[in-house]
C-alpha cells in the first residue's frame, strides 16, 4: 500500500515509518520537526541520542534498500499539505502529526491555544484534502484513551447502546478528556466523525493507551536508527521514566496515591496495530474507534513492577509520592474494552519481566545522559500559567531544597 | 449586576444589552462587528435597517438615560479581552462573540477553519481572563441545540445518567452536531466544562433553540433601536424567512420533506433567559446546562402556520420543497428537556397567532428591501467547496431557470 506517515519523525511515527517500510508498504514521511523544536523549548533531550531524519532515513535506505521519501512542512499550512497529498495520493494517510503532551498544553494559555489550534486546524486540512484529492483514502488517526476519561462505568470503542426513558440508540461515547491536549483530541474525533457522514470519507480514530518501550524490530538494526526515549516531566511517558530513574538509583515519582489506572501498550504493539488497520480499511462513511491499548495497570502497580525488576540489577528503587500536578481522580473504577485489534490479529506483547528487562538495558545504557532535573514536574493543572524552567535550572533548585 | 456582553451588536447580543440595561444592570458591549462584515462578504443585508452601534448606543442613552459602554475590538485578540476585562470586572461575562451561522462554516476549508479557530480561541481566551482576572465571575456562554443532533432517545439538558453493564454515572450527553459550527460549539462546552474542573470557575452553558422574532420592548422605543432581521440563506433563520417569503408572496422554501424538528424560542425569551442565568449564577466548580428553547416543531409544521397567518394578510403563500442542502434526517425523532430555566421563573412566549402576526407586520412593513436572491440555499455540505455568488446574481440566475 502507499502510506503517508504524518510526524514520522517522532516517537510513534518513526517506529510505524520503519516498521511499514519493512514490512513492503510504500511509505513518506511528512514532518515539520515540531518535536524537535519543543526539546529546545523545554531545555530538556530524549535519553537516546537519535539522529536527524535525513540521516535516519539514508541509513534505513543504506541498511534496507527501502526508500522513505520525505516531505518537510506543517499540515496547518494547507497549501503544502494538498500539494504532498496529490503528489503521493496515498491509499493511507496515518495521523501523528500533532502536540501529544498533556502538560505541554497546560503550561499557559499560549500552550493550551497553540494546541488546539494546531492539532484542530491540522486534522480539519486533512480532511479537507482528503476529501477533494483522495476521496477513497482511509485516514488512520491517532487519539487517546485519556478522551474518555475515567467513567464509572466500562468505557467502549467509541459508541455506547444508551437505553433512556424505553428508548434506545447507538451515540458516540461521553468523553471527559483531561487537558487541553487531550480536548484536542476529543474536538478532533467530533470533526472526523462528521466529515465521514456528509463526504462518506473513511477513517479509524485510534484511541491509544500510554505507550512504553523504544526498540523495534527495525529500529535495532542500527544505533543511527535509535528511537526517542522520552522520560522528562513534559513529554516523558511514566513506565520510561520510572525505568531511567531506577537506572540511576532516583526514586519513582509517583503523582499522588498511584491509583490512577490507564491502559498501556508496547510500542512494538503500535506500529502492528497501525497496520493492521490500514490492511483493513474502514468502509466509504465509516468513523470506526478502536482502543489500542494491551493491559491496564494503576501508576503505583506500575512501580511495583519496575522496584522488582530493578532489583534483579542490583538497583534499589524507591517509590516517592508527589503531589500529583494534575487534577485527577486517584482511584477510580476502570474497565475498557479492547478487542477490535485483537480480532483483527493482533497479539499483544505483554509486560513481561523480559521487557522492563529490555527497558531497564536500554536506560541503564544511557545512564550518563539523564538529566535528573527533567523528572520534576513544573506544570500544575491548577494555574493558568506556569513558569516553566529549564530542566537544568530546576534541577539545581530541587537539589538545594533536598528534593532530589 | 456588572455585565459584559461580548457580541453584543449582534442579533441575540443587541436585544439581550437593552433588556439588562433597562433591568437596571450595568451593561458594557464588546464587539469587533465582524456580523456585519459578513453580511457584506456575501452580498445580504437584514430587512431590517439597523444602525450603527455607536448611534443605537446613544439614541439609547438618549431615550433612557442609560449608558452602554463599547469596547471595539475582537476576543480572539487575548490582549485585548484581558484588558477589557480587567477595566470592567464584570459579575457577569455574557458570550454571544462567535460566528453562528451552520452555512457559512460550510462554504469550503477556509470557512471552516475561520469558524472553528474564531470560536474555540475566543472562549479560551475568555476563560483564561477569567481564571486570571475575575475567577469569580460567571460565564454565562451561548451554546446551541444542534450540539446535541437528533438523537433516537430523549435529550436532556446537558447531562445524562447512563446505566451500563451493572454500573452507573452520569455524563455528559452524547454530541452529534451536524455542521462545523455546531461543532465549534460542542469543542467550546468540552473546553469550559474542564476550565470549570481544574480552576473552579462557574459556567452555564446555554444550548438555544432556533431564535425567531425581532421585536423587544426595548428595541420598539424607537426605529434608531431596531434589530436585526435575517433571512438569507446563510444567516436568516427559518421562521423569520417564512414571513418574509410570505409578505411578499414568494413560496415559502422548506429543504426536503420538512420533518426536521428543532427547539424555537421568541426573542423575548432569549433575553429573559439571559437574565435569569446571570441572576441565578452557577456554584464555583459548575459547569451547569440549560436547554434554552420553549416549543418544539417540525419546519413543516412552521411553515403551515405561517401560510394560515399570511391567508389573514390576504396573502397566497405556497410551500415548495427544495432539495435539502444539508446532511441531516428528515424524519426523526425528538424530544428535548426544557425545564431549567422554567424552573428560574421563565414564562414562555408561544408561537401564536398574536406573535405570527407581528412577525408578519415587520415583514410586510420592509418588503421593498427584500432580495429574493437570498433565499436561495447556495451552500451544499456534500460539498468541499461552494462558489456561493452574491444573492443578486443568484437571483438573476434562479430567475433565468425558473426557480423562482
Known sequence: ???????????????????LSRRGHTVSIVDNFARRQWDHELGVQTLTPIQPLFERVRAWRDLTGHEIEVFAGDVTDHEFLASTIETLRPDAVVHFAEQRAAPYSMIDRQHAVFTQVNNVVGTLNLLFAIRE?????????????????????DIEEGYIRIEHNGRSD??????????????SKVH??????????????????LNQGVVYG???????????????????DVF???????CIQAAIGHPLTVYGLG?????????????RCIELACLNPAAPGECRVFNQFTEQFSVLELATMVQAEAAKFGLRAQIEHLPTPRVEAQEHY?????????DLGLRPHCLSDSLLDSLMNIAVKYRERVDVGAFLPQVNWKNARNERRPSSAAAALAMSKGVV
Open 133 to 153: 484529492i483522495v476521496p477513497d483514502c482511509h485516514l488512520v488517526k491517532l487519539g487517546t484513551m485519556g478522551e474518555y476519561g475515567t467513567p464509572n462505568i
Open 214 to 232: 523504544t526498540v523495534t524490530d527495525e529500529v535495532s538494526l542500527d544505533e543511527v536508527l535509535i528511537n526517542r526515549f522520552d522520560y522528562d
Open 1 to 19: 500500500m502507499r502510506i503517508c506517515v504524518l510526524g514520522g519523525d517522532g516517537y510513534c511515527g518513526w517506529a510505524t515509518a520503519l516498521y
Open 170 to 183: 447507538v451515540l458516540p461515547f461521553p468523553k471527559q478528556p483531561g487537558s487541553f491536549y487531550h480536548l
Open 334 to 342: 476502570y474497565n475498557a474494552r479492547h478487542s477490535k485489534l485483537i
Open 259 to 271: 491509583g490512577q489506572t490507564r491502559g498501556f501498550l508496547d510500542i512494538r504493539d503500535t506500529v
Open 236 to 242: 516523558g511517558t511514566v513506565l520510561n521514566r520510572f
Open 188 to 205: 478532533d474525533s467530533h470533526n472526523i466523525m462528521f466529515a465521514c457522514k456528509i463526504w462518506g470519507l473513511r477513517a479509524t480514530d
